[in-house]
């Protein structure tokens, strides 16, 4: 059966805090440490998006097994050099499908990338090194990797919907080797990105 497309947005680029505000005194722990999702402020529940761009790539949904496709194919909106929406206040107008995180979609969307904010938290661990309110730098999500920074193939108006299959690839899922420890940090991989047809029931 031909695949479905589903998305899902981050808020907009979030300012990274000053980082003595954030550590405070040595007993004081940032708001990541102490509050679940649900408790968040809106200002810092914005701040938790990375700005990785993963969520806004295409994703498809095999209709007979319901499994989950990361493509890479950028969200119309999604700005790939910036990651990060173009129309972030009308996103859900001018994309239908557009997914809006919530603690509640958080703990219930199982394709959300392993090294997301959002995820890291619900599942009660820690924000990585390179996170902007850890490193203090926008930057450091592209510098480790992690972003879909010159790594999107096409923007969802280049492609047709039957060709989509033909850009699925499986990176957007995984933890990037850079996003691990730095005592544990691995090559990184070259080459192209992998490509492959969905497996259909």
């Known amino acids: ?75 119309k909106l999604l700005d790939a050099q910036k990651c990060r929406c173009s129309d972030y206040a009308r996103r859900r107008r001018r994309v239908h499908d557009c997914i809006k995180l919530t603690p509640a979609t958080v703990r219930s969307l199982t394709w959300l990338p392993p090294s997301c904010a959002y995820r890291l938290i619900a599942e009660g661990r820690d924000l990585a090194w390179w996170h902007p309110l850890v490193s203090g730098s926008a930057s450091s999500v592209h510098e480790a990797g992690v972003s879909v920074q010159g790594r999107v193939a096409a923007s969802e108006t280049q492609v047709e919907l ?6 699925i690839v499986t990176w957007p899922g995984k933890a990037p080797p850079q996003a691990k420890p730095k005592t544990r940090r691995e090559k990184t991989p070259t080459g192209p990105a992998n490509k492959r047809q969905p497996v259909r029931g």
């Open 1 to 75: 059966m031909p695949p479905s497309s589903s998305r899902s947005t981050s808020p907009a680029r979030p300012r990274p805090k000053d980082r003595g505000a954030e550590a405070g005194s040595a007993a004081e722990k940032p708001f990541w440490k102490e509050k679940p999702l649900d408790a968040l402020t809106p200002a810092e529940w914005e701040s938790l998006c990375d700005g990785c761009g993963r969520c806004c790539l295409v994703k498809l949904e095999d209709e007979d097994s319901g499994e989950i496709h990361f493509t890479d194919i950028a969200c």
């Open 162 to 167: 039957e060709d989509y299959p033909d850009y």
